[in-house]
């Protein structure tokens, strides 16, 4: 199912040889119409990889005819050749298409700072289309994994009976303002690109953007909506707001529990914060105290460890009124030590964690994981 | 050696059964003048331990007759308690030396948000006064080791023969705006408390704040320096500076070795910054890449994560201006691949990693370590 859930999208999923090990690496996905209507984000790195610059650039016009992916290379800081070997690839399948480059989206997905084999991935593209098919969502996403161990898919019915579709990848570097994520969803319902901005804008606010597994910022997320009009569904706003919202946080739900080493995945709710801006800054600053995310490893409730977190922060609190629960047992009340720590279970695997700043009425979670050997493994040994 | 190395100063180190095996727990520096003159720095975590709040009023009045130190337990996050406890142990090691507790600082090192034994801590110290010497800086030196592995002290003589003696502890936690540690510096260089905060403020801001060991920042951090006026040396204060940042600095290095479970002491150096705040900014930011300091301790000179994570900041810099050097070899050159980063050797355990930003002409350097299993087991397996 996946991104050809919705009528309208067709898609493919081959290995080019981009990869060296003969895995999937290539990945289209095609928007037949009638609509072209589409959205996206991007990363907010100040270092933008190659596809990022591009398909910006396609996105400001708001149509996209079909969005090309690769892994086993992100192409970023990869020097104006880099750009070159972008802009080929869209030309490419603008050809094979009999299309415009200028709406065709590239993301790329791997080892940053060298050059895609270019030649590989333009013969791929021939395949890929060649493939094209409203079968082919699985395929597509499974071509986009890196040190994925799963293909994340997800996709919903809205009222009136359009469709929604979406995959993704990322599995290390989820981190605020996108993580290192590729995204495509895909619907069937007709909306201007208008529409599809402002709701892709608001859904990854308070999804993916609030994932933050270790902190670190990619060069190339990409979050695209397409959408194909082809149910001839005219969505009530809010309610499909509601659905793509749904989409992608079941799929940063996926991203979360497949992150590289993780053995917990743990919900930062901050509750009691005199703004939202304060309490996803104090979420984000737990979310990243490594010393934290060690001892939920351990499954050590040291809420001293959360204390110290939100200490650093600039979020409006008193010391002495902040109180901290661990899944559902208030360990620190009043800035010190409240019920007994012995009755935290932390043996399962999701882990709440919730801070109370005792100076309002707004509240965000942020979600991460522990920090493990594993972790440590995975990413001193393999070169992402 | 350590504090005692100046005269007019006594130390002790204890066993006074704060630590549950025995080793030792409790220090005591006494000042024995002619001059009193003291200055501190302590965390910016807004959650501050109760010594710290303590002692910062202490230093306020610019005079300190003598320092009482303790391991076995922070005594932050413990409420009204824990500062009464704190308050406490300033009378009792006032009482034992006929002082004023106005003029007693207090620092604690151990697990959060636990109070302390009181009773067994008061008792130490009539201990401790008892075994008060002109030898004891090393003991004393030994008595605030937490996880460290060894102690941490440094002396260095100043112009006209004036000396400088310091002990720190600190292993873990090392961050921005002071790193999780004690640390007691004295002079019998003769000065007023207004030119040592300056000069401890300065030396500081140039050495423990740019240990950046895990981006943790602890609620008990402090940095004294005691001047006894016992030599009766006025030292030039250029010269004197540059003698207490020498001893911050060593003691940093000491720190930084030492930190839990590192393998490779990593020196981001930023230069060509358009400001020291960007350069420091920058270091900051590349030293706290999770992703980065996993390839480095896998010896893998992977300068895409250099580069992505100074694309987090708003330093002024063009991506496509920046260079990477790893141990020398500049592997990224113009935000690209430059020279062949099979070049570059990382076996052994000191990195530099240069960051040029093509902005101007100022630097700074920020001192990190990789981030290993090991750190991982020590931070899940220990309460700290």
Redesign the interface.
């Known amino acids: 199912m996946s991104v050809t859930a919705p009528l309208g999208f067709r898609a493919a999923g081959i290995a080019a040889g981009i990869k060296a090990a003969g895995a999937r690496d290539l990945a289209l996905v095609v928007n037949d119409g009638p609509s072209r209507a589409a959205a996206g984000v991007f990363t907010?790195?100040?270092?933008?990889a190659a596809p990022v610059l591009w398909s910006a650039q396609v996105l400001a016009g708001g149509r996209v005819r079909a969005v090309v992916l690769n892994s086993g290379g992100?192409n970023?800081?990869?020097?104006p050749v880099?750009f070159q070997d972008t802009h080929a690839t869209a030309e490419k399948v603008a050809a094979v298409l009999e299309d415009s480059a200028g709406e065709i989206a590239v993301c790329s997905t791997g080892?940053?700072?060298?050059?895609l084999p270019i030649d590989t991935l333009l013969d791929g593209v021939d395949i890929a289309a060649s493939q094209l098919s409203r079968d082919g969502g699985l395929a597509a996403a499974d071509a986009i994994r890196t040190t994925d161990t799963v293909s994340k898919i997800s996709f919903k019915r809205g009222d009136g009976g359009y469709m929604v579709g979406g995959m993704a990848k990322g599995a290390?570097?989820l981190a605020p303002a996108l993580a290192t994520m590729l995204c495509v969803i895909t619907t069937d319902a007709e909306l201007t690109s208008e529409q599809l901005d402002a709701v892709l804008r608001k859904a990854t606010r308070v999804t993916f953007d609030r994932l933050d597994s270790?902190?670190?910022?990619?060069?190339n997320d990409t979050v695209l909506l397409l959408a194909s009009g082809a149910s001839g569904v005219v969505p009530d706003l809010a309610e499909f707001e509601k659905k793509i919202t749904e989409v992608c946080a079941d799929l940063a739900r996926q991203l979360l529990v497949d992150a590289e080493g993780a053995s917990k995945a743990i919900a930062i709710e901050v509750i009691g914060a005199a703004s939202e801006q304060d309490a996803v800054t104090v979420g984000r600053a737990v979310s990243?105290?490594?010393?934290l995310k060690?001892?939920i490893?351990?499954e050590?409730p040291?809420?001293?460890?959360v204390?110290?977190?939100?200490?650093?922060?600039d979020a409006v609190?008193e010391?002495?009124r902040?109180n901290v629960a661990i899944n559902g047992v208030w360990i620190?009340r009043?800035?010190?030590?409240g019920d007994d720590r012995s009755k935290v279970d932390l043996r399962p695997r999701d882990v709440t964690i919730t801070v109370d700043l005792s100076a309002g009425p707004h509240s965000a979670t942020i979600h991460t994981t522990d920090?493990?050997?594993a972790?440590?493994?995975?990413?001193?040994?393999y070169?992402?």
């Not at 907010?44 to 933008?48: F, L, S, T, Y």
């Open positions: 907010a790195n100040r270092v933008k992100a970023a800081c990869t020097g880099g080892l940053i700072g060298e050059r290390g570097m270790d902190g670190c910022m990619s060069t990243r105290s490594n010393l060690c001892a490893h351990g050590d040291n809420w001293g460890r204390l110290s977190a939100v200490g650093t922060t609190f010391a002495d902040l620190c009043g800035g010190a030590a920090l493990t050997a972790y440590v493994h995975e990413n001193s040994a070169s992402s």
